[in-house]
């Protein structure tokens, strides 16, 4: 056993732990054979590793099946739980979902997606790929090209045209340019209209915050009963309550000294970075 | 630094990974310093671990600041998105939380905690204990008694009495087993005015389901306004509705040969499992 492990450098275990714990993702749970197969570790190398992350409650054993535990779920919160703009976007989408019966979601820049933070309402039905921890593709969604629009050109991500779900959807860089150059003409809103799935339009905007990454806050509804415009107001001056909360101001009207230079999108070099100065960005309370 | 590795069993550097991760929970952003002064680790090695988990996206570094990155994130909410009792439960929570305007609440009994899986609402204002990965002791809270209440004593954790918040805690075996008896005579729902936190009345009911983990669902709202018996019919229908759904039965009136011995509530030794049996339960729809 010994010299079984003198070769093994904490990367490699590391990365054995971690080959592990990511082959749960998105899978119902598993077998220790399926967590060989899917970890690509030895079963006796997996069996020893799942009894240790069993004792600490990042895995948990259930009969003959594993499954990830409370404790990575607990660790995994503190990703929200440490962030001013998920702590001050919660009550904005809680109110937003309540008035409008719209989903809220708040989302972030992961490379070439976005990922769900949070998420209040629960339409589209099949939470899929619009559930808390899913992602989806920049260029296909409404937040996506929202933070596009809103990202200096040097912090944007590899653009990738992957599969098309519906014909509405954006599949070359002519159309994203055109989707881009409307989104600046909406101050900085992008709307998508079943551009990601048949039936849903999607409003997002961007989140200026100083805090590390790149956010955007959006509402989702029916396209059929969704009135577009009205939601875009909406959306538009909730991320400007969020930034403001997220950024210790007070909701009320607010003058440019205040400006903060350390939100991005204020420092954007593009004309929308403008658009989200408190000089111009819709006004709360 | 061959030699110095080949002292590391796997469990020990899985227990290095896990100290330094635990080392950022209800912290802010940490320093290198502050991750080898929390895990216990040498500089050194913290340093080795935390650039490897930088890459795997685990822990995400902010100029010299490091905290836990969005794939533990990810990680995290499969937790919840692999059980059929969070998506049976939370359309039921967002519709109790349109209606009422109280915040809801998804909860597992964890060791001598419960631990909050859900929240749909956002009272009470600061989110800290109430919060969604937060964790209250057992006997203090609501959620926490109706799962003892429910659960065959062969399975309870210790109890454990420890500081109490309010003059109205329940502090004593005595006073356990006269609110445990008043949740049975209620058929099940534990209602805590003020043992919690002052002004905060939460209602609370377990779900039976099959799964691993014993699962309650609470409504909170101010004391002086709650309507506690109307809250307590809520929250038991409530209950049932997320049992049924969750164990995929229609949400419409039941026959007791659909009876799910299954689930645990049904099967308990105690008189309250009674009351959760479909021939007993308040019925839905």
Known sequence: MATARIGETPTTMIDRVASILESFVGKRPLTLAEVARCSGLPRSSAHRILQRLVELG?????????????????????????????????????????????????????????????????????????????????????????????????????????????CYSVRSAVQLDRDLARIRDRGGVAVDAQGCALGVTVVAAPIATGEGGHFALSLCGPTKSVRTEVVVSDVRRAAVAVWRQASGMPPLRIRATEARPAAPFTRASRPVGAAWSPDTAPLVG
């Open 58 to 166: 990042w895995v948990e054993r259930n009969e003959f099946k594993y499954a990830l535990g409370h404790r990575m779920f607990e660790l995994g919160t503190q990703f929200t739980r440490q962030r001013s703009v998920h702590r001050a976007a919660l009550p904005v989408m809680t109110e937003l979902h309540r008035r409008t019966g719209l989903t809220a979601h708040l989302s972030m820049l992961t490379g070439t997606e976005i990922l769900h933070l949070e998420r209040v309402g629960v339409w589209p039905g099949d939470a899929g790929e619009w559930g808390v921890g899913a992602r989806q593709p920049v260029v296909r969604t409404a937040p996506g090209r929202a933070l596009l629009a809103a990202v200096p050109a040097e912090e944007w991500p590899e653009i990738v045209f992957g599969a098309v779900p519906t």
